[in-house]
């Protein structure tokens, strides 16, 4: 059950450069969706969030754009940073319409930036 | 800044016993959450909880499974009978509100059942 896709399993950047990850998903009732930042042994890190009434949400160097015509979403990161270097999630709810807030993750990508 | 704490950090125990995850929720929060990692593969929803009550589970969380909130602060989740298949990470969450609402990750309890 492949709801939620991460193609890309890995990616590597160069510091200062942009890192673009992305995220497909088949669930046309989903409506809310979360990057989270991993590092080995802890916990997935909230990153940034977007609904469904939007196409675009910024928070400092995150960026995180949404087309629902194409169940697309990606996550830019500009400038990429070292610390940057962890695995990313995207996930996915049907957040507004939903009851339970189960959040449905991808497989993730593991994003290597560059010093 | 408010967290999402987890103990043990680490679980051996052998196959067929009991073990108890323990989880604080951040404290204002109304919404749990188990999700588990099996090595590898990717974050599964296991069980959503609400006013005392499972509000869904997923197909993993059969009857061996069972989550509690004892008290205002703890929220555990119960593995009656463990099996080598449950060898996994296991992350509490909670929120403030269900649904369009962001969920916060413990850090997890690593289990390994031999």
């Known amino acids: 059950d492949q709801q939620v896709k991460q193609n890309s399993p890995s990616l590597s950047v160069q510091e200062g450069r942009i890192s673009i990850l992305n995220c497909d998903y088949t669930n046309s009732m989903f409506d809310y969706f979360l990057w989270y930042k991993k590092y080995p042994a802890e916990g997935p890190t909230f990153l940034i969030s977007?609904?469904?009434?939007?196409d675009k949400n910024e928070d400092g160097r995150f960026t995180v754009f949404l087309n629902k015509s194409a169940k697309h979403l990606s996550l830019h990161i500009v400038p990429s940073q070292p610390g940057d270097s962890a695995v990313y999630f995207c996930a996915a709810s049907e957040g507004i319409s939903g009851n339970t807030g189960k959040l449905i993750f991808g497989q993730g990508t593991t994003l290597q930036v560059k010093p | 800044e408010p967290e999402v704490t987890q103990t043990p950090s680490h679980q051996v125990t052998q196959m067929g016993q009991e073990v108890i995850l323990r989880c604080v929720p951040i404290s204002n929060h109304l919404y749990f959450y188990w999700y588990r990692q099996i090595l590898g593969q990717k974050v599964e929803f296991l069980v959503s909880f609400y006013n005392n009550e499972i509000s869904e589970k997923s197909e993993i969380f059969d009857d061996q499974f069972s989550v509690e909130r004892p008290d205002g602060s703890n929220f555990t989740l119960k593995i009656r009978s463990t099996k080598l298949e449950d060898s996994a990470m296991y992350f509490c969450?909670?929120?403030?509100?269900?649904?369009?609402?962001?969920?916060?990750f413990g850090p997890g309890t690593r289990l390994t059942v031999l």
């Open positions: 969450a909670s929120s403030a509100d269900r649904g369009a609402d962001t969920q916060y």
């Open positions: 977007i609904s469904s009434i939007k």
